[in-house]
């Protein structure tokens, strides 16, 4: 499942503030505080706009720090999940999966990237949304 990604404006402007004013905003470093979410629809990849999910059982799934790998500094910047995800199975209330993305909180928070599946996937009732260990990467170019 590769999806195509975007840093959200909020994770462009806090980065650039981290880096070039001495975090005069305190970005606060997520640590364990990742959130991975689905989304049915995207109004603004850039604003970090979404529709989530509403499946019955639906929640977006916590991953610590250490479930994500990242390269080297002398390849390219970008991380991957070391693990699988799963979120919990539909009760019902079917969703068309278009988008997953990654926040700062269990709801509402900032959304800091957002990445569209290659196809659209249709979750009915007692279907599980599952994310093999190493398919969702994250690039900044």
Same mark, same amino acid.
């Given at each position: 499942?590769?999806? #195509?990604?975007?840093?959200? $404006?909020?994770?462009?402007?806090?980065?650039? /503030?981290?880096?070039?004013?001495?975090?005069?905003?305190?970005?606060?470093? !997520?640590?364990?505080?990742?959130?991975?979410?689905?989304? $049915?629809?995207?109004?603004?990849?850039?604003?970090?706009?979404?529709?989530? +999910? *509403? &499946? #019955?059982?639906?929640?977006?799934?916590?991953? +610590? +720090?250490?479930?994500?790998?990242? !390269?080297?500094?002398?390849?390219? +910047? /970008?991380?991957? $999940?070391?693990?699988? @995800?799963? &979120? !919990?199975?539909?009760?019902? *209330?079917?969703?068309?999966?278009?988008?997953?993305? @990654?926040?700062?909180? #269990?709801?509402?928070?900032? @959304?800091?990237? @957002?990445?569209?599946?290659?196809? !659209?996937? $249709?979750?009915?009732?007692?279907?599980?949304?599952?994310?093999?260990?190493?398919?969702?990467?994250?690039?900044?170019?």
């Amino acid at each position: 499942m590769a999806t #195509s990604n975007a840093a959200t $404006t909020y994770t462009e402007h806090a980065l650039l /503030q981290f880096l070039f004013k001495n975090n005069t905003e305190s970005f606060a470093s !997520p640590g364990d505080n990742i959130y991975v979410g689905l989304a $049915t629809a995207v109004s603004s990849a850039e604003g970090g706009s979404v529709t989530e +999910a *509403t &499946f #019955s059982n639906y929640a977006r799934v916590q991953r +610590a +720090a250490s479930t994500w790998t990242v !390269p080297a500094v002398s390849t390219d +910047a /970008q991380v991957a $999940t070391t693990t699988q @995800i799963e &979120f !919990p199975a539909s009760g019902g *209330t079917n969703n068309t999966i278009t988008h997953v993305f @990654i926040a700062s909180a #269990s709801s509402s928070g900032n @959304i800091y990237f @957002i990445g569209e599946l290659d196809a !659209p996937k $249709t979750i009915a009732t007692g279907d599980i949304f599952r994310i093999n260990a190493g398919n969702l990467s994250i690039q900044l170019n």
